[in-house]
């Protein structure tokens, strides 16, 4: 939102342009900033290699914030969460190593990275 009412160009995967009910908030948004010829949604997906190729021709600067988390339980923590988070970071990188008008690359985590309730410590 800070990018597009300051003006920039943005370009944002998601999983699937099909699935409007978990992207649409995107274009109303940019719709109610006057900034829907400023906003482009792109396919992308973390655990495919080169599916951020598309959505990187002629950016400058790439934010990847997107990493998954589940609330409760998590069976296999390791495939899970950390191999696509890991994964994901690299094929958004090889990416951006294949765009060369990329020159800046920011990543992100969240609060989500540090959330728990300590179930796992000792003592």
């Known amino acids: 939102v800070a990018l597009l009412k300051r003006g920039h160009t943005v370009v944002a995967t998601v999983r699937s342009l099909a699935d ?19 906003l482009s949604l792109v396919e992308g997906d ?7 190729d598309r959505a990187l021709e002629g950016c400058t600067s790439v934010i990847h914030a997107a990493s998954p988390f589940i609330m409760g339980q998590v069976p296999d923590p390791q495939g899970e969460l950390i191999d696509p988070a890991v994964k994901g970071t690299e ?33």
């Open 20 to 38: 409007t009910r978990k992207h649409a908030f995107l274009t109303r948004i940019a719709a109610d900033l006057g900034a829907s010829s400023r």
């Open 46 to 52: 973390n655990l495919i290699p080169g599916s951020y």
């Open 91 to 123: 094929n958004i990188l090889h990416s951006v190593a294949r765009t060369p008008s990329v020159r800046r690359v920011v990543v992100t985590s969240s609060v989500a990275a540090i959330y728990g309730n300590n179930s796992d410590k000792e003592g």
